[in-house]
């Protein structure tokens, strides 16, 4: 991570700033699309690196341009299909939904900045900066050197993005820490304990993980920056399928979201009309990072206070 800019963000890993580009594919072919790289919860405790292998130049070569050659596919939400295959997924529901629906290639390869501040705001309007800090923040699990895009299975990456006590998976030390585990987010689930959720409710979904986690995981992992990305995480329920300003959200598009990799349109969702702004999402990881704070009172606005003070770098 050395040598890399750093923009504090808050949550991140679900923040996402997008960048609107006409004829990218085009300006791609063009030019060389130089990018900082910079993410709030860019200090991993432990970073994979992975195993020196030698490849042929040209078939590492031919490997690298076919993961790159960025396709534009035409995502909506009526087309949607499971990943088939050949085709990589993350342990991000929503990249995988974005891909199931055609928003980001099936495939889930050749992820670039264009394709996926394009995949964001066709999906789910987002706006161009956030989608474009989101990728500048992704775009670490690649790990190649200078990497201009990045694939749904590079997130699997153990405590680079991807991180222990997620919502929905298990944690690497226990096996698979991408796939959707329904077991794990039935654990969840029994703090969603009304039909509209509460950024409390979800947020008493992730404390219940971390202690599940800590409390068995010999290896957990969780740091500052983690808890950044992880309150990003759970707030991003609220900001894609909720009530952005109550901090709500419909528990049944939650769940549908999560068992399906699917946006909840059958359910009567619909995208929102104005794009989404990172600000909005600032606002609303506050909202469940208060709502993690386990005093009650008045002395929990001081605490509440008093934390942001520490995690001054953060945001
Ligand atoms: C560039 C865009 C994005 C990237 C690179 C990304 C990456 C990731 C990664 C690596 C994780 C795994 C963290 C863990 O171990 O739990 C994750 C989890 C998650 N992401 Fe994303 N994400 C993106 C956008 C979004 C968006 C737009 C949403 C909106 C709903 C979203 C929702 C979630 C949720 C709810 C989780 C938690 C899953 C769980 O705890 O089981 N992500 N994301
Ligand atoms: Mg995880």
């Known amino acids: 991570m050395d040598g890399q800019t750093t923009m504090n963000v808050p949550g991140e ?12 594919l085009l300006r791609y072919q063009c030019c060389t699309i130089h990018l900082h790289h910079f ?25 690298s341009t076919a993961l790159a050659s960025p396709h534009y596919a035409r995502g909506s939400i009526e087309g949607w299909a499971p990943a088939g295959p050949n085709d990589f997924r993350g342990p991000c529901p ?37 989608g474009g800090i ?7 699990a690649n790990p190649e050197p200078n990497a201009t895009f990045f694939t749904l299975d590079n997130l699997n990456r153990h405590n680079v993005l991807e991180h222990d006590a997620s919502m929905s998976r298990s944690d690497a030390f226990f096996g698979n820490n991408h796939i959707f585990n329904q077991t794990i987010f039935d654990t969840t689930k029994v703090y969603w304990t009304d ?31 983690t808890e950044a990305f992880s309150l990003g995480e759970v707030a991003a329920p609220i900001i894609v399928f909720g009530e ?19 946006l909840p349109a059958e359910l009567g969702w619909v995208k929102k009309s104005s794009p989404v702004t990172i600000d909005q999402i600032i606002r609303t990881s506050q909202l469940v990072e208060n709502a993690t704070i386990l005093i009650t009172g008045s002395e929990a606005a001081a605490h509440s206070a008093s934390r942001r003070d520490l995690h001054g770098g953060k945001w």
């Open 134 to 140: 989101m990728f500048d923040q992704a775009i670490i």
């Open 13 to 24: 890993g679900c923040y996402y700033i997008l960048w609107d580009m006409p004829n990218a």
């Open 244 to 262: 952005i300003e109550g901090g709500t959200v419909n528990r049944s598009f939650v769940e549908y979201f999560f068992q399906n990799e699917r």
């Open 195 to 225: 039909e509209t959720l509460s950024a409390e409710m979800l947020a008493n979904g992730k404390l219940f993980r971390q202690i599940e986690s800590r409390s068995t995981n010999p290896e957990y992992t969780f740091t500052a920056t």
């Open 39 to 63: 993410h709030s919860f860019s200090k991993p405790t432990f970073v994979y690196q992975a195993p020196i292998m030698i490849f042929p130049f040209t078939l590492l070569l031919s490997i």
């Open 94 to 130: 929503m990249m995988n939904t974005l891909a199931n629906h055609g928003f980001l290639p099936h495939d889930g390869k050749g992820l670039t900045k264009e394709v996926v501040v394009k995949g964001l705001k066709d999906g789910l309007n987002f706006n161009e900066t956030l």
